[in-house]
C-alpha cells in the first residue's frame, strides 16, 4: 500500500515549488507535453504523486529527469499552477534523496547555509595562501593539485555512492531485473545524453538555440576541466593548448553571461522561478570561465606574480564548485538526467 504524507507539500516548498495545489487536473499540460503518451500522463502524473505525498513513488521514478523544463505545461496552464516549476522542484528534492551526506537537502533548503559554506572555503583558501606567504608558484602547483584531487573524491567519496542510491530506488525497487548485457547496450544512450543532451531538442523544434548552447557549453566545461588538469593549461608553454584554454574559457564565460541575462530579463519559462541554486551555478559557472581566462592572460604578460591576487580569487571560485556546487547544487542535474535517461533506458529495454 502506498504511504501517503500529507506534510510532503510544505516539504517541497523548501525546495522552490510554488502553488502546485492550484492544479484542478484538466489535462492541458499533458497534452502540450511532447512526453506524454497513451501509457504516461506526463507532467500531470507527478502532480498527483505530489499531492498526495507519495513519496516513494517519486523516489522511484525518473519521469523528473526526462523533463528539460520546455515550460509549455505552464505556459498553457490556466491556474498558474506551473507544473514545469515542479518538476524542478522535485529534481532538486531527489537530488536530495540520492545524496548519502544529506548535504544537498540542507544546501537547497538554507540559503544561509549555503553562504556560510561559501564563505567558510574562502576563508580556508585565504588561510593557505597566507600559509606559504602568498608564494605563486606554490599556489599554482596546489591549485592543480587541488582540482585534480577534487576530481577524484568527489567522483568516488559522493557520485559513485548517490548514484547507486539512485539505481537502487528507481531500478532495484521497481523489481527491474535487467541482464547485464542490457546494461552494457545502454551505455551509448548514457553517453550521448550526457554529452549532447539530445531530448533538449524536443523541446522547441523550430529554434535549437537552447539546445546548442547546453552542448556546446557541455564541450566547453568538459574540455576547460581536461585542459586545466591533465594538460596543466597554467604551466604549459605549448601555444595549441594556450590558445585551446582561452577558447574554453572564453565559451563558457560567452554563454555562461547570456544565460545570467535570461534569468535576469526572465525571458523564458526556464528563468521565471530562478532559486539560489540556480543563481549560483550560472555565476560560478561564468566565474569560472573569466577568471580562469584573466589568469592565464597574466601568466602571458608576465605579471600573475604581482598580481597573485588574481589566481586566488580564481582558486577561490574553484574551490568553491568543486567542494560545495558540483557534488551539492544543480550541477549534479547534468549527472543524474544522464544517468535518468539512461536508467529509463534500460526499463524500457526489460519490457520489450
Keep these: 500500500m502506498a504511504k501517503v504524507n500529507p506534510e510532503f507539500a510544505k516539504e517541497l516548498t523548501k525546495y522552490g515549488v510554488g502553488d502546485f495545489n492550484a492544479c484542478f487536473n484538466c489535462g492541458n499540460c499533458t497534452a502540450t507535453c511532447s512526453l506524454s503518451t497513451n501509457d504516461s500522463s506526463f507532467p500531470r502524473e507527478m502532480v498527483r504523486y505530489t499531492t498526495l505525498g507519495l513519496e516513494d513513488e517519486i523516489k522511484s521514478s525518473l519521469k523528473p529527469w526526462e523533463c528539460y523544463y520546455c515550460g509549455e505545461c505552464s505556459k498553457e496552464c490556466p491556474r498558474q499552477a506551473n507544473p514545469g516549476e515542479l518538476m524542478m522542484s522535485l529534481r532538486r528534492w531527489l537530488t ?51 582540482e585534480m584531487l577534487a576530481i577524484a ?21 521497481n523489481g527491474v531485473k535487467a541482464p547485464l548485457k542490457n546494461y552494457s547496450t545502454a551505455l551509448s544512450e548514457l553517453f550521448i ?45 605549448s601555444l595549441f593548448i594556450v590558445v585551446l584554454g582561452y577558447v574554453e574559457s572564453l565559451l563558457i564565460f560567452v554563454i555562461t553571461a547570456h544565460f545570467v541575462s ?18 549560483l551555478f550560472v555565476i560560478w559557472l561564468l566565474l569560472m570561465g573569466l577568471t580562469a581566462f584573466v589568469v592565464r592572460l597574466f601568466i602571458d604578460l608576465n605579471i600573475l606574480e604581482n598580481n597573485i591576487w588574481m589566481y586566488l580569487i580564481h582558486l577561490t571560485v574553484l574551490a568553491q564548485w568543486a567542494m560545495i556546487i558540483v557534488p551539492f547544487g544543480k550541477w549534479t542535474h547534468f549527472l543524474y538526467r544522464s544517468f535518468g535517461l539512461y536508467f529509463a533506458r534500460i526499463k524500457a529495454m526489460q519490457k520489450s
Design 262 to 279: 535570461g534569468r535576469i530579463k526572465r525571458n523564458k519559462a526556464l528563468n521565471t522561478f530562478s532559486q539560489p541554486s540556480d543563481w
Design 193 to 237: 545524453h550526457m554529452f549532447t543532451q539530445k531530448k533538449a531538442k524536443d523541446c522547441d523544434e523550430k529554434d535549437n538555440f537552447r539546445w546548442l548552447e547546453h552542448m556546446v557549453l557541455v564541450f566547453a566545461y568538459l574540455s576547460l576541466l581536461f585542459t586545466t588538469v591533465f594538460l596543466n593549461w597554467f604551466g604549459t608553454e
Design 153 to 173: 573524491t568527489v567522483f568516488l567519496v559522493i557520485f559513485v555512492p548517490n548514484l547507486l542510491r539512485m539505481w537502487y530506488f528507481t531500478i532495484v525497487k
Design 96 to 146: 536530495a534523496q540520492y545524496d548519502w551526506t544529506g548535504l544537498s537537502g540542507l544546501l537547497y533548503r538554507s540559503l544561509t547555509l549555503t553562504i556560510a559554506a561559501l564563505v567558510l572555503v574562502a576563508a580556508g583558501v585565504i588561510f593557505f595562501a597566507r600559509s606559504v606567504n602568498f608564494d605563486a608558484e606554490t599556489l599554482l602547483h596546489t591549485g592543480h593539485r587541488f
